[in-house]
């Protein structure tokens, strides 16, 4: 058995008397589409958010392909190849698609200590071939993000990920209040990951969504996993019944 | 129409400098054609980079989603502690130096504070206003330092550089000034996480950009160049009162607001608050010389920056309510 991408050890996260995670450990394989299903308040964010680098667990491991890892920011998880896509959270609406996607990681012309003179050609050239990559057109990469549909935001912010080589993409529910065409759009997104070989972990309330994009399931509740089952070996009424 | 909206929309600048035109004909015509003689620009240019560098700051800081209340307080406090110190035998521009560390260790001090206790800014620089103003009188001792005429080179800031005496060196610094802003914000990796901090914060956040450090050098930024002002009207005016500056805060906020600075942050440009600043001293100047009772000033600059916020705010719901098609 090959080492597991991302490995979590026994974590536990306490939020002012919440104990949010009870001892999570968890394995995820290279190239595989994990789906993690759960009641509201179950974990599965703050779980991710580990991963991300937005919080610090209060206790337990962290593994990257087998190394142990302090993931202290999201600059050290996308370091690591690690991309999360929130819901919310990841795109400027009053900045164009282009200087959306390289937020933070901006090319550039010549700098002096990190900062410097921004190589806008490049930006805008390669954000129209990303963006083209994931099967999204845009007609601008100048166009605000801010003007873009819920789907089509969602998009950019795959093509983003994808660009920077991400290893494992997260998405914590992204497709929280979308339409049902707009679903099925960012659904296909998804599904594409996995034909790139991409390791991914998407949070839905959607049973069906994430049984039609994922090749495993891990159920949590109560700040615990209460089942990991390939979707061969399981269904929708089993993972109910679990939460 | 459509096209229009849209441009409005990127350049909120634009609705501010159509006024400033407008303005600039009545003035012209009001006053009898005086308003644009030499004398009078040589009046509007003597002022009008004071109150642009100090807006300038302000607008930068409100794109990052930040407020400034103690730059009017800043603006005295620089050229007081450097003329005490050129006073108490300091070289000039040792003293200059020193009057900007000052300046940015306040800004320092503001941001630093706002962020650390997540505290409004508002609230910070407002208290930070009356402290400033209140060290600025201590500092002078309660009387305002001499410095004879030519014993500092004030010329450097405040002396004419052409024959006719039009302009002087302080608007040759403020558009130096102004040029290096403006592309710091709009070419440079800093300005584009000045803008994504102001923009959406947690967004910014994700993305790994450190806001709370972004909005600690914009701080910084705008005191500085709120003393730098300062300094550069008492070099012109070889007088060193810790009066001066007073309303400058709210003033500079107008501009920037009138520019088309969205209060919320992420919106705004360079160019906007220098319209602002603009429009403002062009106001102030062009009813004295239409012979308006100068009493209107502040209620016209009110009145323009509640016009400026609602006009903005509508433009910016079109806006929304426009998506941009796909060819799919
Ligand atoms: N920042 C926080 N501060 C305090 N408590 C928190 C915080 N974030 C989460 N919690 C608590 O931790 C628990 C787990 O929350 P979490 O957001 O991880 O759940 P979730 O599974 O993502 O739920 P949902 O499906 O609603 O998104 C909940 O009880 C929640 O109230
Ligand atoms: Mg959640």
Redesign the pocket.
Known sequence: MTTPIIETRNLH?W??G?H??KGVSLKVERGQALGLV????????????ILSGL?RQDDGEVLVEGQQTDIRNPKDAMGLGIETIYQYNSMVPLMSISRNVFIGREPLKWSIGGFGILDEKKMREDSVKAIADVDLHLRSPDALVGELSGGQRQGVAIARAMHFKSKVMIL??PTNHLSVKETAKVIGFVKGLKAQGVTSIF?S?NMHHVFACCDRIVA?AL?QIVLDKPVSETSIEEVSEKL | MRRLFKLSLQKPELAGALLLLVLVIVFQIRSDYVFLSVNNIRGILGLLPETALVALGVTLLMICGEFDLSVGSVFALMPMTMAVLVVGGWPFWLAVGAGLLVCAFIGFLNGWITIRFDIPSFITTLGMMFMARSLTVVVSGGFPPRIRPGEVPSWIFAGFVDDGGLIRASVLWFIGIAVLISLLLSKTNFGNWVRATGGFMPAAAAMGIPTGKVKIACFMICSVLAGFAGMIQSLRLNSFLPSIGEGMELQAVAAAVIGGTALAGGVGSIIGGLIGATLIRVIDNGMVMSQVDANWFKFAIGALTIFAVVGNAWLRRRGRAMKVETDK
């Open positions: 996260k939020y002012s919440v949010a995670l759960g009641d509201n308040g179950a974990g599965k964010s703050t779980l991710i958010n919080h914590d529910e949070i309330h949590m700040g």
